[in-house]
């Protein structure tokens, strides 16, 4: 049973095989990916990769983050020492021993702590997975398999330290007892007879558990150790809040309905998935019972990458769909249908998985390859093409809001702000009130302000959203023309979508605005002191705020909202349980606005009801759909005597009295 | 089997104004859409090529921008579009634009294939007669089924139709031999959409153009002067503004009951 090199080296030997095999057959699916640039900024691609790979900051944001630290930790100090039991088990003449006693000592120390608390967190770790799993789905063989491995790891090495430390000549043990106290506690268990035993029973189960693990970590979920790191580094660095163009020229291909027509970085993110199932946790879709799981979305993009790879690199027809019946390795349509682009996902994912912008790259398929799509989408994408908005009415309607009031149109030479009204503000009944709200509130600041009037369009948001980017980019093009034409710069959005839309997607497009959403705008005025409150709002009684998807987690505009009700009301709003990143959507987003809602409970309606817990008298929001999802939720619930405002109605009631 | 379908650019109504001095429509800036009611029978058109694999000719008459209307159609799959384009075409009433179009299909009925098949909108959205497919039907004489809002049975071989007709309060099943030609309502079927490779194909895409040096049609049978009916005037009849009645966003309980005071008043709610 004593270590013997002869019979360790081919294994040794062997495993490494299978373990460059396993990498080089995964990595090499990746590289069939599509190009995409993620090499740019590499210093700030370092800082992210320290930050959240080896800082673990968004891994330790959920309770059990820390003892993955823990196991993360360890397991990259403890290469030192599991370096040094694969070299030496080949030359038994290397060892650390032959370090100076300054660094060796200490070292043995350190290793010696870690290990125990390896051992203690992946005992933790199994029996979270027993009584209380992230998800139900997460008691895996493969899971259980892992953690035992780490365990066995950690008791063989005390295991061969201990039978070291209970053969020692006794001039040692003081040394042995201060710099290994775990192992010599576990020598004094060994009876002096079984110490050669011990040892080689323990060095063969360190040398098997050891080895096991470098075969089987490329073929499992734990791929993520060898990925993980690499996709922090190559995350994007932006926001992902939008969607990459495609070019429409005869030949191309649009959307994706085959692995490899996804980009490496994409293929690379279902390597690095860790199955941790936080973005399932936060997802409205999966939350609500709609069949939408992103973890399982990430899992199957990878699945079907394995399934058919070797077709895939031979330039064949892949034989397992990746849009198809929902097996595993294959989405469903329903599921591709199902997300609001909310984003929670890729906030909540601790390695930045980006799963959103898959979703709409399979959309984009559908729509523009197959015209496959719920059908209450046809009516919205022939409103848009044809009117420029989403409900067909006519353009020359645009202005009807402001039928009983003077506004200017935007002139370059005299208005400094294009107020972009959008469809909802401009069509809407409820949101025009929000519109002549906010007008009349920078009338009263003395702003200058002006609008396009009939010749607004429709930014395109929910197109981009929905997989139509064909007509979406035919929209922005055309917005883009009528902006630099009119010589716009500065633009007010009271909708977070085109809001976004304006200030990241039409970036893409060589335009840079200077766009401000009107809770921000808003906010200034009053505390610059431009516009002077009359008294306060209070009659709107106790608030609650939503967040928006597209101001908040997209844009990162959280507390302008907040303290314009803080400013109007003399309270800031109470906080639902979800809130800022972490907030729950309405259900409105992606273009889930125009489209109906089958499955499971309404996204809106377990909004309303986490509302309602608050106890407001008044919901504000920031956004015209946000204002529809909750107002209607709250007529389903029977709650209709809790109101819902939009941020500039409730300063209206303070400013202009 | 040529089944043919006959669409028409019009102005999109929704959106037109009536010059109050002229009495014409004001088209400057009104964007141009195909005729709600023709989308219906192009679609139908190919779903009968996908069904029996018949051919698809779509044709338009109409000002040399009406191209772009048939490129739509190209793009949703036809096989040949063809627009009937010339100056003395224009002005034409319902009787010289069948004159037109008959020539037209009798042209692709010698030259390209059989047709079985005739389709068209029930009536324009702009013109409102209903009366071109009729007068096609008369002009080559075709059977003749109107308003149809279902195609029970095609027998391609036998040459045999049988469809539903959607009329007031009945349903009709009528059966005819081909040819025939169909005018069709919204009911039939949803128009599909269209996909984007076709659309960059539609995009160069040949359409052809057929002006009256190709069909020889005998000028005092088209346009202005082959037209028995003209258009004298076009008005819009006065609306006499009504009332905003209370504050319906504030006040929707007192708003309502305003407003059946109202009606209560002018005795025009039965209680
Ligand atoms: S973006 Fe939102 S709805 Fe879509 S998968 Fe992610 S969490 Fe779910
Ligand atoms: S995608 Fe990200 S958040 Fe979701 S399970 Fe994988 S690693 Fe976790």
Redesign the pocket.
């Known amino acids: 049973m004593t270590p013997n090199p002869t019979i360790f080296t081919p294994l040794l030997i062997i495993s490494l095989g299978i373990f460059a095999w396993g990498c080089w057959r995964r990595l090499s699916l990746v590289a069939l990916g599509q190009a995409e640039n993620r090499f740019d900024n590499i210093g700030a691609r370092i800082g992210e990769m320290l930050k959240y790979a080896f800082g673990q900051k968004r891994v330790l944001a959920k309770p059990f983050g820390l003892n993955h630290f823990v196991i993360f930790w360890s397991f990259i100090i403890l290469l030192v020492s599991n370096t040094e039991f694969l070299l030496h088990g080949v030359f038994p003449s290397i060892s650390l021993a032959h370090l100076p006693d300054g660094i060796y000592f200490p070292l043995l120390l350190v290793i010696d702590i870690v290990s125990l608390l390896a051992l203690v967190a992946v005992v933790i770790a199994m029996v979270r997975r027993i009584i209380a799993p992230p998800y139900p789905e997460a008691r895996t063989i493969e899971a259980f398999f892992i953690l035992a491995l780490i365990a066995t790891l950690m008791m063989a090495n005390f295991g061969i330290n201990g039978a070291r430390i209970s053969h020692m000549p006794v001039i040692y043990l003081a040394v042995a007892h201060t710099y290994m106290p775990v192992s010599s506690f576990v020598a004094g268990l060994i009876a002096p007879s079984a110490g050669a035993l011990v040892f080689g029973v323990s060095w063969w189960a360190h040398a098997a558990a050891l080895l096991l693990f470098m075969c089987y970590l490329p073929h499992s979920k734990h791929m993520?150790i060898l990925t993980a790191i690499p996709n922090c580094f190559f995350r994007r660095l932006e926001k992902p809040n939008t969607q990459p163009r495609e070019e429409f020229v005869s030949g191309n291909t649009f959307g994706v309905a085959q692995a490899d027509r996804f980009t490496w970085k994409d293929l690379l993110d279902s390597m690095?998935?860790?199955?941790?199932?936080?973005?399932?946790k936060v997802c409205p879709a999966n939350i609500t019972g709609k069949p939408l799981n992103?973890?399982a979305v990430?899992h199957d993009i990878k699945v079907n990458l394995l399934e058919n790879g070797a077709l895939l690199k031979q330039g064949a027809t892949p034989v397992t769909p990746l849009i198809g019946d929902g097996g595993e390795g294959s989405v469903a349509e329903e599921v591709i249908w199902g997300c609001t682009t909310c984003g929670a996902?890729m906030e909540?994912?601790?390695?930045f998985?980006e799963?959103m912008p898959k979703i709409v790259k399979m959309r984009r398929h559908l729509v523009e390859n197959e015209a496959r799509f719920p059908e209450e989408l046809l009516n919205l994408f022939e409103n848009m093409e044809g009117r420029s908005n989403p409900w067909g009415i006519a353009p020359s309607e645009r202005t009807k809001w402001c039928a009983q009031m003077e506004v200017k149109p935007f002139d370059k030479n005299t208005t400094e702000y294009l107020l972009y009204v959008g469809c909802a503000g401009s069509f809407d009944s409820r949101s025009k009130h929000v519109s002549v709200a906010l007008a009349q509130l920078l009338d009263k600041a003395g702003v200058s302000w002006g609008i396009l009037g009939k010749d607004e369009k429709c930014c395109g948001d929910s197109l981009r959203r929905l997989g139509n980017e064909y007509v979406f980019d035919r929209m922005a093009k055309e917005n883009v023309r009528i902006f630099t034409e009119r010589g716009v710069k500065k633009v007010i959005t009271q909708c977070p979508h085109c809001f976004s839309t304006l200030k990241n997607d039409y970036k893409q497009y060589g335009l840079e605005l200077e766009v401000i959403h009107h809770s921000e705008f808003l906010r200034n005025l009053v505390q610059d002191g431009r516009l002077k409150l009359e008294g306060t709002s209070a009659e709107l009684g106790a608030t609650v705020f939503h967040d928006s998807c597209y101001l908040g987690r997209h844009n990162d505009v959280y507390d302008a909202p907040r303290e314009v009700i803080e400013l109007a009301t003399g309270t800031a709003p109470a906080e639902m349980e979800r809130n800022r990143n972490n907030a729950f959507c309405c259900g409105a987003g992606g273009g889930r606005m125009w489209m109906e809602e089958h499955t499971g409970e309404r996204i809106n309606l377990t909004r309303v009801r986490e509302a309602l817990e608050e106890k407001p008298d008044t919901i504000c929001v920031s956004c015209p759909y946000c204002l529809t999802m909750f107002e209607d939720g709250l007529k389903d619930v029977k709650a209709d005597s809790v109101k819902v405002r939009d941020v500039a109605e409730v300063l209206a009631e303070a400013a202009l009295r | 089997m040529l089944v043919v379908a006959c669409i028409k650019q019009v102005p999109d109504t929704t959106q037109v104004q009536i010059d109050p001095v002229t009495n014409t429509l004001v088209r400057e800036g009104i964007p141009f859409i195909v005729n709600p009611y023709d989308t219906h029978a192009l679609e139908e058109a190919l779903r009968l090529k996908d069904r029996f694999g018949c051919k698809v000719a779509v044709l338009s008459m109409g000002p040399p921008n009406a191209e772009a209307t048939l490129r739509k159609a190209l793009a949703l799959g036809v096989d040949m579009a063809i627009l009937l384009s010339d100056r003395v075409f224009g002005g034409a009433d319902t009787l010289a634009t069948s004159n037109v179009l008959s020539a037209a299909i009798r042209k692709l009925n010698s030259e390209v294939d059989e047709v079985g098949l005739v389709l068209c909108g029930k009536q324009t959205i702009d013109g409102d007669t209903a009366q071109v497919g009729p007068g096609i039907a008369t002009r080559l004489a075709y059977q003749q089924l109107t308003l149809v809002d279902r195609i029970d049975n095609l027998d391609v071989g036998g040459k045999r139709i049988r469809v539903s007709r959607k009329l007031e309060g009945r349903h009709e099943i009528v059966e005819a031999p081909l040819p025939a030609m169909l005018t069709v309502v919204r009911e039939l079927n949803r128009p599909r959409y269209p996909r984007v490779p076709m659309r960059l194909a539609a995009a160069d895409a040949q359409v052809e153009v057929w002006n009256n040096q190709v069909l020889k049609l005998d000028e005092q049978s088209i346009g202005l002067k082959g037209s028995p009916t003209w258009v004298s005037k076009i008005f819009s009849p006065e609306r006499v503004k009504g009332e905003i009645l209370g504050d319906g966003y504030a006040d929707p309980e007192g708003t309502a009951a305003l407003l059946i005071d109202k009606l209560l008043a002018k005795d025009m709610l039965p209680l």
């Not at chain 1, 909540?348 to 390695?351: D, E, G, K, N, R």
Request: hydrophobic content about 25%.
């Open positions: 993520h690095a998935c860790t199955e941790c199932g936080r973005c399932q992103p973890r990430v996902c909540a994912c601790p390695v998985i799963q």
